[in-house]
Structure formats: structure tokens, C-alpha cells
């Protein structure tokens, strides 16, 4: 089965400080990997994936993340904090294997706040 | 920028009541979705639909729900007898591309479904 963790419910960070959000994941085989983030009164968004190839992937605003295969991560980091990266962060994996379906399998997401 | 919408956007029902919560997926997505976040959990997958049949389904996906495309625009979740545990925010997503499990879904901003 799939799993994934976010072992931190909530981050503070300062402003212009670097951030660093968590997820580690269980699946067999290489996972394609996700982040989406989630705004007040919005839909999820989606910031970046793992596929394959460089370990280290850019995305949206600014963010990355490192896959890392062998402590099974895939932290999201963004080098310099905004205030409006105050949000709710889903990390989220996909297994190659048909037998896992279709769906994304999300973490218990991390919230986010920046602090001025 | 394309964007999957949701209506509507809070819902409130009595419990027994049929509801029918309503997406547009973006117009050249093929693949589509419904998620369930109940307050305070994980993001939890409920159906996919692909060709006008459902592809995949997850044990919470029981006799009470049912899903349609009616039209070309349209994707509709049915929940047939509401009962308190079906209170959650319901999110659509649609995909350009389900099959190959690298593509995102795109999600819509949810409806918020209470039942009393």
C-alpha cells in the first residue's frame, strides 16, 4: 500500500528566512511525487513533481523539492519565505504500477506560516 | 489560465436528502475525479471517470454515491441518502491525461458539504 507523511502539522518561519517542508512516503518501486498547496477558500494547487531524472525539481513560486530515494523524501524548500507562502502543503504520491490506481495518495498536510 | 469550478460552493442538507454537488473539469481534460477532505483529515480519493464509466473507485465510494457526466461540460457527484459522516469539502479534479500516472490533477476550490 501507499502511504505518505508529513511529520509536522504545523512550520513557522520568518520572513526571508528559508523554509523547509516535510513528507516522507512509502510505496514499492520509484513513486512519482507531488506537492500541491492550498490557499483559504481555494482549490489545491499544484507546485511541483518528481518524475524522474534530477533529484532536485523547481516549481511554482519560487519552491523546490529533493527526492531523496533513500530515506524515502521528498521535502518541499524554498530558499527566502513570503508572507503570502502562508498556506496548507499537500505532499502526495502516485505509484507506477497499475495495481496502485489512479489517485494520489496525500499526506495529512502541513500548514504553513510565515511571520513578518 | 484554465480552471476546474465547483458549485456550489457550501452546501447544507438535511440528512436522508439527495444531493448532487456539480464540477467543470477544464474543457480538454479527459480524466476526472472527486476527493473528500472531511475537517481535520487527509484528502481522501472517492472515484475516478474516464469515457463516461468510472475506472476506479475507493471503498467509500458505496451504492449511495454515484457520479455522471450529463453533458460535455459537466461532472456531477450524487450522494443518494445523506448521512452526518458524508460532512466534508468535496473537491473535483480533472487530469489531461490519466493513464500515465506522471500528470497532475487539477483541482477545483471544493464544495463544503454539511448535513444535519
Known amino acids: 500500500a501507499q502511504s505518505v507523511a508529513q511529520p509536522e502539522d504545523q512550520v513557522n518561519v520568518a520572513e526571508g528566512n528559508p523554509l523547509t517542508v516535510k513528507c516522507t512516503y512509502s510505496?514499492?518501486?520509484?513513486?512519482?511525487l507531488f506537492w500541491y498547496v492550498q490557499y483559504p477558500n481555494r482549490g489545491l494547487q499544484f507546485l511541483l513533481k518528481?518524475?524522474?531524472?534530477?533529484?532536485l525539481v523547481k516549481g511554482s513560486y519560487g519552491f523546490e523539492a529533493e527526492f531523496n530515494k533513500s530515506q524515502t523524501s521528498f521535502h518541499l524548500k524554498k530558499p527566502s519565505a513570503l508572507v503570502s507562502d502562508s498556506a496548507l502543503y499537500f505532499c502526495a504520491v502516485r505509484g507506477l504500477f497499475p495495481a496502485y490506481g489512479q489517485n494520489f495518495v496525500f499526506g495529512p498536510g502541513t500548514r504553513l506560516s510565515v511571520l513578518p | 489560465e484554465p480552471e476546474v469550478t465547483q458549485t456550489p460552493s457550501h452546501q447544507v442538507t438535511q440528512m436522508g436528502q439527495e444531493v448532487i454537488l456539480r464540477c467543470v473539469p477544464i474543457s480538454n481534460h479527459l480524466y476526472f475525479y472527486w476527493y473528500r477532505q472531511i475537517l481535520g483529515q487527509k484528502v481522501e480519493f472517492l472515484v475516478s471517470?474516464?469515457?463516461?464509466?468510472?475506472?476506479?473507485k475507493s471503498e467509500i465510494f458505496d451504492d449511495q454515491f454515484s457520479v455522471e457526466r450529463p453533458d460535455g461540460s459537466n461532472f456531477t457527484l450524487k450522494i443518494r441518502s445523506t448521512k452526518l459522516e458524508d460532512s466534508a469539502m468535496y473537491f473535483c479534479?480533472?487530469?489531461?491525461?490519466?493513464?500515465?500516472?506522471?500528470?497532475?490533477?487539477?483541482f477545483g476550490p471544493g464544495t463544503r458539504l454539511t448535513v444535519t
Open positions: 518528481y518524475i524522474t531524472g534530477d533529484n
Open positions: 479534479a480533472s487530469s489531461e491525461k490519466g493513464l500515465d500516472r506522471s500528470y497532475e490533477q487539477y
Open positions: 471517470f474516464y469515457n463516461n464509466e468510472i475506472s476506479e
Open positions: 510505496v514499492s518501486g520509484n513513486p512519482y
